[in-house]
């Protein structure tokens, strides 16, 4: 014991001493070099074109979003076509009406823009290429089964036949009950049982076009014996697993050993077994979906040229082939860089649809085989941008990062080769001197451990150390290049931005998969935003935090935030998270859902069409079976007996149950 603790005295001594002569020969030459004050801008020359670049907004955000004269930020539901809301100023009025945060506020008419698009898009390219078959896009529900949204997805598809697709029972009870349109279609994915083919099979009767697609070989027989019982005849299609190769996060969708569809053989089977139940002309349709979130067009191409094949050898084989399902996948760019990468993608949908119409229509040409209607399911493009997530900034949490006073006779010289350290950093030294820093800190713990330097001192280094980071952070990110070291030292200094949300029931996707959304604040966008923060949410689990956010084809460990001050409201906006978030979100540390308000444009403003609130405690505790009636009736008993036992006076009985029972009716989330 006594040994080491000279061996650490002895090291810190020889280093010390190599460090401060070097040191004090630096700061002779030094002196009167000033440190350069990181390169920002006063805060008064800082202009929303800043705040534009900065969160990328215009990348990610058109036509919809962006920024106005007031620094705060601007939605223009319509697109192009005019009209627009000060974001700010919707939330303020909606949190007049007792509309608390967190607050989901969806665009119907971004929904309805976008189905539009996707739309437009694909007769452009109809018309283009002399395609003469037709687009007849489905909404895959999984991706949002929220009934106003369906409801409106249904109506702003009417003019395009718009149609559903569904990939389990309850969400085939559901479609069946909303879906109305004249020639839309209703595709049946998912693994099915007896019930459910037959359920499909009926419900034809109702006027819609159903097709069963089949995801395995056992389906077919299902459909067979179902068409002998029930004398319908059912349309048919196969899931094939292209050998294309997909990509990102969901590439192993394809291949022969995905979760889904049939490998090329056991289509052969299917084909084999209809031909001999003489049923053949029930196969019209084959599907193939490569995963979601495809970055690169190439992908499609690939995926588009195999399926063709597929395709026009089935018509060849005899099957009445009548569409083709191209399925989802179609990106949505959350980092705005129109790149590859894997939060992003490097085609407009308009070359989506191009590539998909063009080569379809060669490979069905070559073959003197009719062009399909052309089906896809995009899901994500659709839901994605009609949503945005508003939630607040309750605290934060910095590193001290105030300098202590200089170093007093008789304290640890771990503490002077820190403040020698501090006040020498410089722009040649920076990096050398972070790795001294860190090297006087530790040694300063292990004293601590040793039991030879004391609480007090200990504070005063480790204050020092913040300090000595912060100077170095400053230089280093005025460098256009930063050693891999120091990049890790943004994360480090970072501050805490406490958020009132839970990043489980509100976006999964970046707790289970990474997934990144774009997050900026909605005001003050007319000021610098000095700070670098990480978010972390209301639960506890250190996984309930948010520290990965858009970059230029990357990502970024912090956000750039604005100052928080207690005494105002800081609002953050999560955008692009309409689709699947919602549904996948749960209930982790029992916050549920948020409030969501459904907001249409009028001529002359705004109207709120649906309040969805959120759920209440009662309703969070009844999904884990407690009975809130029997937990106020024995937290009464208690007080009684708490009362006659004179431990509590009959005026805080009165209170404590108050606020009990008042508290099982309101919001999960925190209020102020
Ligand atoms: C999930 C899914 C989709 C939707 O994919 P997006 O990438 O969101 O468009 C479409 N089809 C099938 C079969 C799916 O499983």
């Not at 189905?115 to 003469?132: D, G, P, Q």
Request: charged share 25%; glycine share 6%; hydrophobic share 40%.
């Amino acid at each position: 014991m006594s040994f080491q603790l000279i061996a650490t005295e002895i090291e810190l001594e020889n280093s010390a001493t190599n460090v401060t002569d070097r040191l004090k020969s630096e700061l002779k030459t030094n002196q009167e070099q000033l440190i350069p004050i990181a390169k920002r801008k006063l805060p008064s020359s800082w202009t929303i074109e800043d705040s534009e670049a900065l969160y990328r907004i215009e990348g990610w955000g058109q036509p919809y979003f962006s920024i106005n004269e007031a620094g705060h930020i601007t939605v223009s539901p319509k697109g192009d076509r005019g009209g627009s809301l000060d974001l700010f100023e919707l939330v303020n009025a909606l949190k007049q009406r007792n509309l608390e945060l967190p607050l989901l506020i969806r665009f119907s008419d971004i929904l309805e823009d976008r189905i539009e698009r996707l739309n437009a898009c694909f007769n452009k390219a109809i018309a283009h290429y002399n395609y003469s078959g037709v687009y007849r896009g489905v909404f895959p529900i999984k991706c949002n089964q929220e009934r106003h949204l369906i409801e409106d997805l249904v109506k702003f598809g009417k003019p395009h036949q718009f149609g559903l697709e569904v990939g389990s029972k309850p969400e085939l009870m559901i479609v069946l009950a909303m879906l109305d349109t004249p020639g839309a279609l209703l595709v049946c994915n998912g693994y099915k049982d007896r019930e459910y083919i037959e359920t499909a099979m009926l419900a034809q009767r109702l006027g819609q076009t159903l097709i069963i697609v089949l995801e395995q070989v056992e389906e077919v027989n299902l459909v067979i014996a179902a068409n002998r019982e029930l004398g319908i005849k059912p349309i048919l299609g196969v899931r094939a697993k292209l050998s294309t190769q997909g990509i990102g996060r969901w590439g192993t969708s394809t291949g022969d050993r995905a979760k889904f569809g049939l490998t090329i053989p056991e289509i052969m089977e299917v084909v084999n077994k209809l031909r001999e139940a003489n049923l053949l002309d029930f196969l019209q349709l084959m599907h193939f979906h490569i995963g979601s979130q495809i970055s690169s067009i190439n992908v499609i191409k690939n995926a588009i040229q195999e399926a063709s094949r597929i395709y026009v050898e089935l018509a060849t084989l005899g099957a009445d082939m009548k569409y083709l399902d191209v399925g989802g996948g179609l990106g949505v760019d959350y980092d705005g860089s129109q790149t590859n990468f894997y939060t992003s993608k490097n085609y407009s949908m308009q070359n989506y649809a191009n590539d998909i119409v063009a080569k379809l229509k060669d490979i069905c040409a070559e073959r003197h085989i009719p062009v399909p209607t052309l089906i896809s399911e995009s899901g994500r493009a659709i839901a994605s941008h009609q949503s945005v997530l508003i939630f607040d900034v309750l605290s934060t949490s910095d590193v001290p990062l105030d300098l202590p006073e200089p170093p007093q006779e008789g304290e640890s010289p771990a503490i002077k080769y820190l403040w020698e350290t501090y006040q020498s950093i410089n722009q040649e030294n920076y990096q050398e001197f972070y790795h001294d820093a860190v090297q006087f800190k530790e040694e300063a713990i292990s004293r601590f451990n040793l039991g030879i330097l004391h609480l007090k001192e200990r504070a005063k280094s480790e204050r020092l150390y913040w300090a000595c980071c912060q100077k170095i952070l400053k230089i280093a990110r005025q460098q256009e290049y930063v050693p891999d070291e120091l990049e890790n030292l943004e994360k480090i200094m970072a501050s805490i931005y406490y958020i009132n949300l839970s990043v489980f029931q509100s976006a999964p996707d970046c707790w289970a998969i990474d997934q990144v959304f774009p997050i900026m604040p909605i005001h003050r966008l007319d000021e610098e935003p000095i700070q670098r923060g990480i978010l972390a949410d209301l639960t506890c689990d250190s996984d309930g935090k948010i520290d990965l956010f858009i970059n230029r084809r990357d990502v970024k460990s912090v956000l750039e935030l604005h100052t928080f001050k207690s005494e105002e409201p800081y609002y953050l906006g999560m955008f692009l998270n309409g689709a699947y978030q919602e549904i996948m979100g749960n209930l982790h540390n029992l916050f549920g859902n948020t409030n969501a308000i459904h907001i249409q444009l009028t001529p002359k403003g705004y109207q709120i069409q649906h309040v969805v609130k959120g759920d209440t405690m009662s309703e969070v505790l009844s999904y884990v079976q407690y009975d809130t009636e029997d937990m106020v009736e024995n937290i009464r008993q208690r007080c009684e007996k708490a009362l006659e036992e004179k431990r509590i006076s009959l005026t805080e009985f009165q209170k404590l149950l108050q606020t009990y029972e008042q508290s099982l009716s309101r919001y999960t989330y925190l209020s102020f």
